[in-house]
């Protein structure tokens, strides 16, 4: 079993907004400090945004003040909501552990039109 499955990617418009999401399998969810990274082509993989336990966050400089990170322990799930969007951010959106990785899911793609 893939133990992340992310959803809700699209086509937006400049300064448009997403919501995107992440559900987790696994019994340590609540425990966990779960990330969001992005893969732009021909780009290596970076960490977007993370959330752990006591919804501490941690977001890039290059998303602070337009992404928000949260996380629902009730469904295992963990949210990127996205605004003010730029075509920089275009790219495959991925979570994973941040401090233990696990197996890579699909991705849901982002693509924002200029």
């Known amino acids: 079993q893939v133990p992340f499955v992310e959803s809700g990617g699209g086509l937006v418009q400049t300064g448009g907004s997403l919501t995107i999401s992440c559900a987790v399998s696994g019994s340590t969810f609540a425990f966990d400090t779960i990330g969001w990274y992005r893969q732009a082509p021909g780009q290596t993989r970076e960490l977007v945004a993370s959330?752990?336990?006591?919804?501490?966050?941690f977001y890039a400089d290059s998303v602070k003040g337009r992404f928000t990170i949260t996380r629902d322990n009730g469904s295992n799930t963990v949210y990127l909501q996205m605004i003010s969007l730029k075509p920089e951010d275009t790219a495959v959106y991925y979570c994973?552990?941040?401090?233990?990785?696990?197996?890579w899911g699909q991705g849901t793609q982002v693509t924002v039109a200029s």
């Open positions: 994973n552990n941040r401090y233990s990785e696990r197996l």
């Open positions: 959330i752990g336990r006591g919804a501490i966050t």
